[in-house]
């Protein structure tokens, strides 16, 4: 992974390498990864963050292209991460030419869905 950093214009947010705990007294790491910013949209915003990452993934293709096939690189993921209000229910629609773009790139997607605070949905 470090062999890959190095010639990465875009600095990571984060790093963690297979076999470190994530802090004293937790699990060790199973596996090594990068997490990179691709969206500085608010966490309730998916719409903002799905335009921004298509950005993301269109100014920086060659790169995560490498970063897929780079020795040692087991998986690509992009996260989004939302919240849910209550009762819980939800639906997220992805753009077509985002998809497209992830599969380009053998990038997978996920989504971390949050339930909000009900005091912030008007139910408390």
């Known amino acids: 992974m470090e062999a890959f ?3 990465c214009r875009v600095a990571p947010l984060n790093t963690w390498k297979k ?3 994530k802090s004293q007294g937790a699990s060790a790491n199973k596996t090594s990864g990068v ?3 691709v969206s500085d949209a608010e966490f309730s915003d ?3 963050q799905i335009s921004d990452a298509l950005a ?3 100014a920086h293709r060659e790169w995560l292209t490498k970063l897929v ?3 040692g690189v087991e998986r690509v993921v992009a996260d989004f991460g939302t919240e849910s209000k209550p009762p819980y229910w939800a639906s997220f629609v992805f753009e077509p030419s985002l998809l497209v773009a992830l599969g380009e790139a053998g990038i997978a997607l996920e989504l971390s869905v949050y339930p909000s ?3 912030e949905a008007g139910y408390a």
């Open 5 to 7: 950093l190095v010639q």
């Open 19 to 21: 076999g470190e705990k």
């Open 35 to 37: 997490r990179f910013q």
């Open 46 to 48: 998916l719409p903002t």
């Open 56 to 58: 993301f993934l269109q």
């Open 69 to 71: 096939s780079f020795p």
């Open 117 to 119: 605070s009900e005091s």
